[in-house]
């Protein structure tokens, strides 16, 4: 922006952030530097109203309040003003440590969108008096990404619009449309997730952020649904992983010094003729096998008998399916 | 947010907005010198001038001596002593909400930060602050052993070395090592202490989860000038070229993996996918694709090939001889 524009926008933010009175188009342009014309020159008013539609559109785009309303009954044109309640930030105050807080909080992003963000909010609460010491630092700092469809399915939860989005699972070749609902957007075990009413399905699912392909679509108008009140949204998405029980015991035998990650998980460890007996719990014992696979011939499975047969079996397994491989 | 709108232009935005910024900045700062305002607000000096010569033409209709935007430059420092109405910065943006209430959350949720009283304060006045913006519907929860890590955290803030009983899986072993801790993370909900690692005489990233005893040890945490933190930005892992590329066939069963561990390339071929990935230790990468499922086959390098097939093959001998 040219400093003739940049100086025109401030005195315009200033002059109606002081009036009271809505001010029409022409009142502006007769007030403001840098809106001088011709009204009765057709080509010359076009340019003003083009210029003043850039100008209004550019303190949209920085989230100053432009309120429009018809100055008195008998005017036709409309007018315009700032509120200062709704342009002014509210009074904030933070102690230095909360301060130091946000200040961290700020710099978490690794998203270059909500980074820029996150600065310029810090940016505007240090205008407001706040003091933020750079040097902070706390115990744990997590590192925040999101995926790129995070912003337009926030954007869509708050206001209450249904979008449409590719979805592609593992199991499936094709990515499939989903046609959602978003309740809300969710971060649990480090992962992204939007948990919503899928319009498809008739019942509530949540989809994972990074499996979403291409961009969100907003479909719809706004205040479409009303979201169910006091859902727990995180309870959507870790109900599938809740814990499992380790009820079953195991009985391993390892050789000496070797498999440390199984060593881990044992419960006892006596030393026997061939190795360290290691007692194991375990919930599934085609899972816990798998495992015990991994280790070759450094551990044997010597019960209880349906985790041996599934060794017995996944060894087999592996062994057939790579006889006959040839090498890339 | 930024990808829902075309480019906006970008510089000319930042200008107004910093100016209306600035006025505040100053009047809740009078007497504050150039340099140092300059530096709080991220400017040059230069920048920082110009900024307040174009303020200085700028003010109430009128745009008399009484009506323009006024200060006192008192050879280094800067006192404004009218600010024709932009006394307070404007308020927060819906993105700069999401941004901080957001990072917050994720703040106040990570164990281990310790004041967690006083991140739920800030939380709770920039929430006030930005009124009905920071209703955002984002809801966070991280996991992890809150009560080891709040003990790993006091000794790191402690400022004394540690000494570790640490395994590392891709190597199947645990290890003792005496670290000097620079800094405690969380990426991709696991907890991480980067430390230099007097062992290996780098800096390394330990899993909180797998560091299964420690000690701390009457020393201070002195790590040398080269150990600089990892860019963890995209994850903690990030395979280079020269680790051994390795190459599957995975069924549709097994398709997961590659979206849990990291991987080069996915291409489908009939049912299955020929997919290859770059592993630190073909140790690990023989126990880890020997256990996935039924339905992943090794094709590569002919190296991890045999180790797989000798390994099943020895395995399977244990159990043909009940007795061994």
């Known amino acids: 922006m040219s400093r003739t524009r940049t100086e025109r926008l401030v005195n315009l933010v200033i002059c109606l952030l002081s009036t009271r009175r809505f001010l ?16 009765e020159d057709p080509k010359d008013h076009e340019a003003f109203q083009r210029k003043f539609e850039r100008d209004k559109a550019e303190l949209r785009d920085l989230g100053v309040p432009l309120e429009m309303a018809r100055p008195n009954a008998f005017d036709d044109e409309l007018g315009y003003r700032i509120a200062h309640r709704e342009y002014a930030l ?160 195991a009985t391993v035998t390892v050789r000496p010094g070797r498999a440390a990650g199984l060593r881990r998980w044992a419960v006892d460890s006596t030393a026997g003729a061939d190795g360290d007996v ?49 090498a890339t | 947010m930024p990808q829902q709108r075309g480019a906006p232009p970008k510089a000319s935005a930042d200008r107004l907005g910093r100016l ?10 009078p007497g504050i010198a150039v340099a140092d305002a300059a530096a709080g607000l991220g400017i040059t000096e230069q920048q920082l001038r110009a900024d307040l010569e174009l303020l200085w033409v700028c003010g109430l209709p009128g745009y008399g001596p009484g009506d323009l935007i006024d200060m006192v430059l008192d050879g280094d420092r800067v006192t404004i002593t009218y600010d024709a109405g932009i ?19 994720m703040l106040a949720e990570t164990p281990g930060t310790g004041n967690r009283d006083v991140i739920e304060r800030a939380l709770a006045k ?40 640490y395994y590392t899986a891709t190597r199947d072993e645990t290890t003792e090592r005496t670290v000097d801790p620079m800094r405690m993370l969380m990426v991709g909900g696991k907890a991480y202490l980067e430390a230099w690692c007097r062992r290996a005489e780098a800096t390394r990233m330990f899993r909180i989860d797998r560091i299964d005893a420690w000690s701390e040890l009457d020393e201070a ?22 680790l051994p590329l390795v190459t599957l066939r995975v069924g549709r069963g097994s398709r997961w993996i590659t979206e849990y561990y990291p991987v080069e390339s996915v291409r489908p071929d009939g049912d299955e ?30 190296e991890l090939l045999e180790r797989i097939r000798a390994q099943a093959t020895t395995a399977l001998d244990q159990y043909a001889t009940p007795d061994r």
């Open chain 1, 24 to 39: 029409t188009a022409a009142q502006i342009a007769a007030t403001v530097p840098g809106y001088e014309h011709d009204p």
């Open chain 1, 90 to 249: 509210p009074d904030i105050l933070l102690e230095p440590d909360e301060a130091a807080a946000v200040g961290i909080a700020a710099r978490l992003w690794q998203h270059a969108g909500l980074a820029a963000a996150a600065s310029s909010g810090l940016a505007k609460l240090r205008a407001a008096g706040v003091e933020v010491d750079p040097q902070a630092t706390l115990g744990v700092e997590p590192v925040v990404t999101v995926d790129p469809a995070f912003g337009p399915l926030t954007t869509a939860a708050r206001e209450r619009r249904a979008v449409s989005f590719s979805y592609r699972v593992p199991e499936r070749d094709e990515p499939a449309v989903r046609r959602v609902e978003p309740w809300g957007v969710v971060c649990w075990q480090g992962r992204w997730y939007v948990v919503g009413h899928d319009r498809d399905r008739k019942a509530s699912r949540s989809f994972r952020l990074s499996r979403i392909v291409g961009n969100v679509r907003l479909t719809g108008r706004a205040g479409a649904y009303q979201p169910p009140a006091n859902e727990d949204l995180i309870e959507h998405v870790s109900r599938w992983s809740g814990p499992v029980a380790h009820n079953g015991r």
């Open chain 1, 278 to 326: 290691l007692t194991i719990p375990y919930s599934d014992p085609d899972r816990l096998a798998a495992t015990l696979v991994g280790y070759g011939a450094d551990v044997r499975a010597d019960g209880p008998p349906e985790l041996r047969e599934a060794v017995i079996q996944q060894l087999k397994e592996i062994v057939a399916r790579h006889e006959n491989v040839a």
């Open chain 2, 20 to 29: 209306l910024n600035l006025v505040p900045y100053l009047l809740a700062r």
């Open chain 2, 87 to 105: 006394d307070r910065p404007l308020r927060l943006t819906q993105d700069e909400a999401l941004a901080l209430v957001v990072a917050l959350r």
């Open chain 2, 126 to 165: 920039i929430e006030s602050a930005a009124g009905d913006l920071a209703d955002a519907p984002v809801s966070v929860r991280l996991p992890a052993n809150a009560e080891r890590l709040d003990r790993i955290r006091a000794a790191v803030d402690r400022g004394h070395a540690l000494h570790l009983t």
């Open chain 2, 221 to 242: 945490a002195r790590p040398p000038a080269e150990a600089t933190p990892a860019d963890v930005s995209d994850g903690v892992f990030h395979p280079g070229p020269e």
């Open chain 2, 273 to 302: 996918w020929l997919v290859s990935m770059r592993v630190t230790d073909l140790g690990w990468a023989q126990r880890l694709l020997s256990s996935v499922g039924p339905d992943v086959t090794v094709t590569g390098p002919p």
